[in-house]
């Protein structure tokens, strides 16, 4: 998830925005912590290579992924607040209910690898990381619709609103390739998908370019 088109620099911020970054940069480092906690060697391992790949392989997986979408959260976190000057209550509490999805990676990540990719822990760990998406959109658009004051330099409106267009593109799409990997939806689906791919491309260059040449509201 690259989202160098919201990344910004200079100005300055006050002291709740830093405060709210610190806080932030908390969460997530633990959350990625406890993820790694959670790796042990399975039960009745013979100290095999072979052994240790049959009962290790779900659990890496599951880290693996899990650690990258909290790297990419964070990253995407980071470059968005760079844009921001300030911080007003609406903005904080939606970051607060991110960082509690972010909390609830681990243990979320537990349900996959002990239930398998066919379980109902597999569903639940879809639905926290679409949650994610919609928050991770939410905490560009209350600024960008709503509330351009936060913004160190704001960019134009319609800037703005492609930006808040791609990041809405994610979380949309990500139950569909969800349940098309588990055959739960038709193969068909790939093809939208797929092209829904292409546009977020093609809208974040767009994007990335208005925002970078666009500082009036």
Request: aromatic share 10%; proline share 6%; glycine share 10%.
């Amino acid at each position: 998830m690259s989202m160098d088109l919201l990344e910004d620099r200079g100005g300055e911020r006050d002291y709740a925005l830093e405060r709210l970054i610190m806080l932030s940069d908390g969460v997530f480092a633990i959350a990625i912590t406890l993820l790694a906690l959670e790796l042990r060697p399975p039960e009745g391992w013979d100290h095999s290579l072979s052994g240790l790949w049959q009962g290790m392989w779900r659990p890496a997986l599951a880290f693996l992924v899990s650690f990258l979408v909290i790297s990419a959260y964070w990253i995407s976190h980071r470059r968005m607040f760079g844009r921001f000057g300030s911080a007003d209550l609406p903005l904080t509490i939606l970051n607060l209910i991110q960082l509690g999805l972010i909390t609830l990676v681990p243990v979320v990540t537990n349900l996959v690898w002990e239930g398998g990719p066919r379980g109902g822990g597999f569903v639940v760990y879809l639905a926290l990381f679409t949650l994610l998406g919609f928050l991770n959109a939410l905490l560009w658009g209350y600024p960008a619709l709503l509330k351009p004051a936060l913004f160190r330099v704001a960019p134009s409106k319609p800037a703005r609103l492609g930006a808040f267009a791609v990041l809405l593109i994610l979380p949309l799409v990500t139950p569909v390739f969800g349940l098309i990997g588990l055959g739960y939806a038709p193969t068909w689906l790939v093809i939208p998908a797929v092209v829904v791919v292409v546009v977020i491309r093609t809208m974040k260059a767009r994007a990335h370019r208005a925002l970078a040449g666009g500082s009036s509201q």
